[in-house]
């Protein structure tokens, strides 16, 4: 393994979390907030196991076991705000995908109503009537009918 030096080691260590298990992953490859929070929480556990350990003061033969919990510690702090900010922009992106589908269904019932009303109205008042009320509409509000069908029902010929 290659050492990184200088800036490389920094961004690695900013935007990689090392899990549990020996794994690692990147902040960029966390796809949902729900996940961000299970690593979150496992980042919170591994933090309290560190430093009951420092605190107490674990029996060991190795005299570099400090200075590497102390590291590890260190890392995992500078990793939660991190991930707490992926989490945040997840979470709104996953609200704004929400709003926009239920924007969308609203929409597509309110449209599903106008064209039901065009069409009961087109039966009861008949085409000249309906093609009367439709040239006057487009006279009032020319910009919405630009490039539309001059058809009243919305329908194709």
């Known amino acids: 393994m290659s050492h990184l030096t200088g800036t490389a080691a920094l961004a690695r260590c900013v935007s990689t979390i090392l899990r549990r298990d020996g794994s690692e992953i990147q902040l960029d490859a966390i796809q949902s907030s ?26 060991t033969d190795d005299p570099s076991w400090r200075t590497r919990a102390e590291i590890a510690l260190k890392r995992k702090r500078r990793s939660r705000p991190l991930l707490q900010e992926r989490i945040g922009a997840l979470r709104r992106a996953e609200r704004a995908a929400a709003l926009g589908a239920s924007q969308a269904q609203v929409s597509s019932k ?41 058809d009243p029902t919305g329908d194709a010929a």
């Open 34 to 59: 729900a996940e961000g929070q299970a690593i979150l929480a496992e980042i919170d556990e591994a933090i309290l196991a560190i430093e009951g350990q420092v605190a107490f003061g674990r029996e």
């Open 110 to 150: 309110v449209d599903a109503k106008r064209h039901a009303f065009v069409q009961a109205a087109y039966e009861l008042l008949g085409h000249e009537a309906c093609t009367e009320v439709w040239a006057r509409a487009q006279e009032k509000q020319p910009a919405l009918f630009a490039g539309s069908s001059t």
